[in-house]
């Protein structure tokens, strides 16, 4: 018995000592991490006053003069039929406070366990800590997870993110409670979160059906692509087939091509020879998906904290990481100009719906007599807006694009459920102090925020009182003057 207990005791001093040397091995093999901070530039200090003024002149001027025609012509009830008709955004949706001061949002996508996880693990230093994402061999990642930065570590479940007005994400409420459930939020302290949010998705999974998943996974994907500074799609050497689920995924980037970056990862599982093949059957696999003239940049490496497998292209691999990295920089770098420009092609759809909505109201106003139906009338307008150069008359008569211009079915819709009674024209819609909506919003599309985008450009700090004593150098007038 004695002998029995002694064995026993060797053999578990055994365990705990391999145990220990393969910690030790683990260890000594972990890769050196300092390429990230510098490509990165975590150790620089930003220039947070000029940022924060140019932040606050942009909400100034679309509260000022973007907002006032959303709000007098409902712009947030009108929807688009045609996704392809306004790639990027969905027609229709308000720019919120949340969305013109969030950071950066770099999206992950891809089948399941092909390294998204480990990936953002490994860029946030969370391997091996209580915090790190859940990773492994089988689908792990069930819920939508957004990673930002916080003063302390703490999760924040998806109805609490869905009920807070000041986060960009409050729109998401409208998928559903079911989807709430699968979405949850990480706060954490980080430089890199400073300054950018990332996005972690469920694996696509080919043998199941998107109902199973209880709640519109296409939808909510589309949510977070229309919002994404920059798109991961992360694929191994062992999963490049493309099913049903991953053609509608590359369906919904169409128009993000600029945007996306595809990472083969795992590469270092493979001698040379056969990744050139896996590369092949890659482009091969997707060439079908991606019809643009430029394909999208591939990203060869190993995106995990160990070391490369010996006798593989270990070289290669980190400057493709660099690469990777210097990509994610520059999107970094570029965040205040990609959000002037992207409230400036918001405030260009508002005023090109402020001109339509004006244009159908002179319309009925001119076929209406004494005797007339009003909703007869108004009825034959709407299905037939050629008739009545509805549409025309707004690219003869303004600097419009007719590539600009909205599906008609979604006017149809839109005075629907909004009488085309309760709208003014643009030339009612003036007031002594306050102007006329449609010069405000022409302003800050000509001239404020391409001036507010050229002081960022040329390093000068933005001040709030910016064209608005002089208006840019021009001489103050009073519009109500008689001369």
Not at 330 to 336: G, K
Request: hydrophobic fraction near 35%.
């Amino acid at each position: 018995m004695k002998g029995t207990v002694s064995i026993c005791c060797f053999l578990s001093l055994l365990i705990l000592q391999a145990t220990a040397e393969e910690e030790e091995d683990v260890t000594s093999v972990l890769r050196d991490k300092s390429h990230i901070d510098e490509t990165l530039r975590l150790a620089s200090e930003e220039k947070a006053r000029d940022y924060a003024a140019a932040l606050e002149r942009l909400r100034k001027i679309y509260h000022t003069s973007i907002k006032p025609m959303e709000q007098a012509y409902k712009y947030n009830e009108l929807r688009q039929h045609e996704i392809s008709a306004y790639p990027g955004r969905t027609l229709g949706e308000s720019a919120t406070d949340g969305e013109i001061t969030s950071k950066p949002m770099v999206l992950f996508l891809g089948p399941w366990s092909v390294g998204k996880s480990t990936m953002i693990n490994y860029l946030l230093g969370l391997n091996d800590s209580p915090y790190q994402l859940y990773t492994g061999a089988e689908p792990t990642t069930s819920e939508f997870t957004v990673i930002t930065h916080g003063e302390k570590i703490r999760s924040v479940e998806g109805i609490v993110m869905a009920a807070d007005s000041s986060r960009s994400f409050s729109p998401l409420e409208k998928f559903g409670q079911n989807f709430l459930e699968k979405l949850i939020g990480i706060e954490m302290p980080h430089k890199l979160l400073e300054r950018v949010t990332f996005v972690d998705t469920p694996g696509i999974i080919e043998n199941r059906k998107q109902q199973e998943r209880g709640y519109p996974f296409n939808d909510v994907c589309q949510w977070f692509i229309d919002r994404a500074d920059l798109i991961f799609v992360v694929f191994d050497p062992t999963k490049l087939d493309v099913g049903l689920e991953l053609e509608m995924l590359f369906r919904q980037l169409k128009g993000r091509e600029s945007q996306i970056r595809i990472i083969l990862n795992k590469a270092d599982n493979l001698v040379t020879q056969d990744l050139m093949r896996v590369y092949g059957a890659l482009f091969w696999s997707l060439a079908p998906l991606i019809n643009v003239t430029e394909p999208p940049r591939v990203y060869v490496s190993s995106f995990w904290p160990y070391d490369y497998a010996p006798d593989t292209s270990r070289e290669l691999f980190k400057r493709e990481e660099i690469s990777l990295l210097e990509d994610l920089n520059q999107v970094i770098e570029n965040r205040m100009e990609n959000k002037i420009a992207f409230i400036r092609q918001h405030g260009i759809r508002v005023r090109i719906h402020g001109l339509l909505v004006d244009r159908y109201v002179q319309t009925f106003k001119e076929k209406m007599s004494f005797f007339s139906d009003p909703e007869l009338v108004f009825q034959e307008i709407v299905d037939d807006p050629d008739k009545f150069y509805i549409f025309k008359s707004i690219l003869a008569k303004t600097n419009v694009s007719k590539f600009d211009l909205p599906n008609r079915d979604a006017y149809r819709d839109f005075f629907g459920i909004n009488p085309i009674t309760s709208f003014k024209p643009l030339s009612a819609q003036c007031s002594y102090i306050g102007g006329c909506l449609l010069d405000k919003i022409e302003k800050a599309i000509t001239n404020e925020l391409p001036t507010l985008l050229s002081s960022i450009n040329s390093g000068k700090q933005p001040g709030l009182s910016t064209c608005e004593a002089t208006g840019c150098g021009e001489k103050p007038k009073n519009r109500y003057r008689k001369n």
